[in-house]
């Protein structure tokens, strides 16, 4: 746990929880709209992704965070979360950005989800997030979100073969190949989990 924060830290929480609410909730007006699907559907559709849940988590952490009180959630979860909003960020930018050009609401939805949550909920972290407590023992909270995530997804996927990434699709690549991409999938988490505790002791100095 961690003191009570600023008002300005409280204040700027909140808006961090807001975006990521109603970065998902165009996403599903969105969705909707296109795919002319029930809203039970398309809600189910959206469960199965990274980065739908981990800003349904921002949200709730985020709410959670702004009340003035002591606590509420630890510097380690609120790290390891901010390194799973910048993961999206990164890797949307880097490999998927390019394969689909959204206009109108889809637009809003696609760069609050991808460019301003995960820009807003980083820089957050470095101006407002106590750090100086983290400590290299914290590293497996870091893996805790994705190794849940990706249980989820392998199980559900097993029940009616859908699966949303295709480094997890069990089907097509059977599990050998799933097992060596989750390994890679947490060294880098593990790495990304090291630079964020070296991040935030240097600058909690």
């Known amino acids: 746990m961690f003191p009570a924060l600023s008002r300005p830290a409280r204040r700027t ?45 921002v949200a709730v952490t985020f709410g959670v965070i702004s009340r003035p009180i002591r606590g509420g959630v630890s510097g380690a979860w609120l790290a390891a979360l901010t390194l799973s909003m910048v993961m999206v960020g990164l890797v949307y930018h880097l490999l998927l950005s390019h394969l689909i050009d959204f206009t ?7 760069h609050g989800l991808h460019t301003a949550g995960p820009l807003a909920i980083a820089f957050w972290w470095l101006v407002h997030a106590p750090k100086r407590r983290l400590e290299y023992p914290d590293l497996p909270i870091f893996a805790l979100w994705p190794a849940v995530y990706c249980a989820y997804v392998l199980a559900r996927g097993s029940v009616d073969g859908v699966y949303p990434y295709p480094f ?11 097992a060596v991409n989750l390994a890679g999938l947490f060294v880098l988490v593990l790495l990304g989990g090291v630079g964020m505790i070296s991040i935030g002791r240097f600058a909690d100095r």
């Open 13 to 57: 929480a909140l808006l961090i929880a807001l975006l990521a609410a109603v970065s998902v909730g165009a996403q599903f007006l969105h969705l909707k709209a296109v795919r002319a699907e029930p809203p039970l559907a398309t809600a189910l559709e959206m469960a199965r992704y990274f980065t739908i849940l981990t800003h349904l988590l």
């Open 168 to 178: 997890l699709d069990l089907t097509t690549l059977g599990r050998e190949a799933v």
């Open 104 to 110: 109108g609401l889809g637009w809003w939805a696609d």
